[in-house]
């Protein structure tokens, strides 16, 4: 079954606040494999002009994925998540995300297309510190699956 159409625009309330600690950021770092000094030495990220260890581009994914949930366990939106797999993820950002950061989220559907009988669907998580400045915008599509002819 096709997804609601008109679910295009509608916005989620902001998520709880995430705190962004240095281990949070170190850990995350070594799974990717990233030995960039200014993800985990504080001096590092200060010679390049931040007040403490930044994060490496990919990880404002761990704070997204959690709002964006509140789109895909919308009941009223009509997903299938078991059918759905990740299309693309990309991130434009304002500044790095940094340790001692309080940020929120917002999620909006910004389209739902069906193709080939799939339904795409993508979010926009806007995220925001908590002097309310803009960090990063994390563009996700998902793709649902239709289903098997049985």
């Known amino acids: ?9 509608r916005s989620y309330p902001p998520s709880a606040p ?10 995350f770092a070594e799974a990717i494999g990233d030995a960039n000094p200014a993800y985990t ?11 403490d260890v930044i994060a490496p581009p990919t990880f404002a994914f761990a704070i997204t ?14 997903l299938d998540y078991s059918r759905v797999v990740h299309g693309d993820q990309k991130f434009v950002y304002s500044r790095p995300v940094r340790a ?14 069906s193709l080939a009988g799939n339904d795409v ?27 098997e002819e049985g």
């Open 100 to 113: 001692g950061d309080r940020l929120a989220v917002t999620s909006t559907i910004e389209s739902i297309k």
């Open 121 to 147: 669907l993508s979010i926009r998580g806007d995220v925001y510190d908590a002097e309310g400045e803009h960090v990063v915008t994390a563009h996700t599509m998902l793709v649902a699956r239709a289903a």
């Open 41 to 51: 030495e504080p001096d590092s990220a200060r010679a390049l002009g931040h007040p």
């Open 18 to 27: 995430y705190e962004v600690g240095r281990e949070k950021i170190r850990e």
């Open 65 to 78: 994925y959690r709002s964006a949930g509140q789109v895909v366990e919308d009941p009223a939106l009509g």
């Open 1 to 9: 079954m096709a997804l609601d159409q008109s679910f295009v625009g």
